[in-house]
T-cell receptor, first 114, second 114 residues
Framework: KQEVTQIPAALSVPEGENLVLNCSFTDSAIYNLQWFRQDPGKGLTSLLL?????REQTSGRLNASLDKSSGRSTLYIAASQPGDSATYLC?????????????FGTGTKLQVIP | ETGVTQSPTHLIKTRGQQVTLRCSSQ?????VSWYQQALGQGPQFIFQ???????GRGNFPPRFSGLQFPNYSSELNVNALELDDSALYLC?????????????FGPGTRLTVL
């Protein structure tokens, strides 16, 4: 059974800091790893998708890495801004009992202080 | 190209009733997944449909059922509503078989069960 853990659960940083969010998963047979952001009461916005054969993806100030052997992914945010304040979630699909399942972490709630 | 849309935005039901939530996928996306997100938690995978057939299911009872239609729309039906069914329900669409593909989420339907 896939379990996804995100650490820390909450993070508060001053504007301009670089920061790292962590995502750990127990089943290394994931097909990909996707990072999302979620604003309060809203749906999820896709940030980055890393295929199982890739090691990292970059988009603007965001960089995500994937290490399947250690069961870890990190999301690096450079030069954080107040607009980055949101909950960040990671998720990965894997096979379980003949079915495909997608497991999300519980998220990291980020607050960037001006 | 329009994004993923969901209706209604909010819904209030009483315990024991039945509810149908609707999702319209992005054009050309033949995979749709449904998630339940309780307050303060990460989304929980309910099931996934590919070309109108269920091809993935999470740990939800049979009273959660779904349908996918050829016009890229889908439904989530929940029978015999319970108080714990109160949550944000999200649908996500992806192109192709969905296994290696990026998911795009709708804004969600907030269901309250009284």
């Amino acid at each position: 059974k896939q379990e996804v853990t995100q650490i820390p659960a909450a993070l508060s940083v001053p504007e301009g800091e670089n920061l790292v969010l962590n995502c750990s998963f127990t089943d290394s047979a994931i097909y990909n790893l996707q990072w999302f952001r979620q604003d309060p009461g809203k749906g999820l916005t896709s940030l980055l998708l890393i295929q199982s054969s890739q090691r990292e993806q970059t988009s603007g100030r965001l960089n995500a890495s994937l290490d399947k052997s250690s069961g870890r992914s990190t999301l690096y945010i450079a030069a954080s801004q107040p607009g980055d304040s949101a909950t960040y979630l990671c998720a990965g699909p894997s096979r379980s009992g003949g079915y495909q399942k997608v497991t999300f972490g519980t998220g990291t709630k980020l607050q960037v202080i001006p | 190209e329009t994004g993923v849309t969901q209706s209604p935005t909010h819904l209030i039901k009483t315990r024991g009733q039945q509810v149908t939530l609707r999702c319209s996928s992005q054009s050309g996306h033949n995979t749709v997944s449904w998630y339940q997100q309780a307050l303060g938690q990460g989304p929980q995978f309910i099931f996934q449909y590919y070309r109108e057939e269920e091809n993935g299911r999470g740990n939800f009872p049979p009273r959660f059922s779904g349908l996918q239609f050829p016009n890229y729309s889908s439904e989530l039906n929940v029978n015999a509503l319970e108080l714990d069914d109160s949550a944000l329900y999200l649908c996500a669409s992806s192109p192709g078989g969905g296994r290696y593909n990026e998911q795009f989420f709708g804004p969600g339907t907030r269901l309250t069960v009284l």
